[in-house]
T-cell receptor, first 111, second 114 residues
């Protein structure tokens, strides 16, 4: 099935550093979502974006919906140990329809 | 319940056996989705139910996979004659109430086919 191109695949960073990850698609979406998955758990929604160019923050997290509607990025500022996990981007459409997911970015934070 | 509930959390089965995975969505959510997550991969859409409409089965990998949703609530994903490549985490999500397509996930069922 269709998947998004998410990069990087993994990151090792020092506590306190900022992190950036992004997602691109060959097709347009009108909603982008970012989820985080901890081991043994399901993905948990971090940020949802609905408008091209939109920049949205949730605490230390900031995400943007690309102008072309084909990409999105997520930034995490001043990382802390509990930021460890796998971050997934997902593209979709308004209404209750299936999402298309990236393969995830595995984040490791070194204290 | 407060969130999406899936059972069992882990299932080990022998190749060739049938398995049933259960999902209890958030109360009142009209849409229910099944995704599969293979090791190191993203989530792959399998099937979804929206209200009383016929389910969208376009993501099912083979005719060994089927799902039903009874009474617009609980759903069961059935895999017949399991194969080793069916080993994965099966995640269920639900959404509803708005058009914003915010999907809430259960913790998943980890299926291991020996």
């Amino acid at each position: 099935g269709q998947q998004l191109n998410q990069s990087p695949q993994s990151m090792f960073i020092q506590e306190g550093e900022d992190v950036s990850m992004n997602c691109t698609s060959s097709s347009i979406f009108n909603t982008w979502l970012w989820y985080k998955q901890d081991p043994g758990e399901g993905p948990v929604l971090l940020i949802a974006l609905y408008k091209a160019g939109e920049l949205t923050s949730n605490g230390r997290l900031t995400a943007q919906f690309g102008i072309t509607r084909k990409d999105s990025f997520l930034n995490i500022s001043a990382s802390i140990p509990s930021d460890v996990g796998i971050y997934f981007c997902a593209g979709g459409f308004l209404g209750n329809t299936p999402l298309v997911f990236g393969k995830g970015t595995r984040l490791s934070v070194i204290a | 319940g407060a969130g999406v509930s899936q059972s069992p959390s882990n299932k080990v089965t022998e190749k060739g056996k049938d398995v049933e995975l259960r999902c209890d969505p958030i109360s009142g959510h009209t849409a229910l989705y099944w995704y599969r997550q293979s090791l190191g991969q993203g989530l792959e859409f399998l099937i979804y139910f929206q209200g009383n409409s016929a389910p969208d089965k376009s993501g099912l990998p083979s005719d060994r996979f089927s799902a039903e949703r009874t009474g617009g609530s609980v759903s069961t994903l059935t895999i017949q004659r399991t194969q080793q490549e069916d080993s994965a985490v099966y995640l269920c999500a639900s959404s509803g109430g708005t058009s914003l397509n915010i999907q809430y996930f259960g913790a998943g069922t980890r299926l291991s086919v020996l």
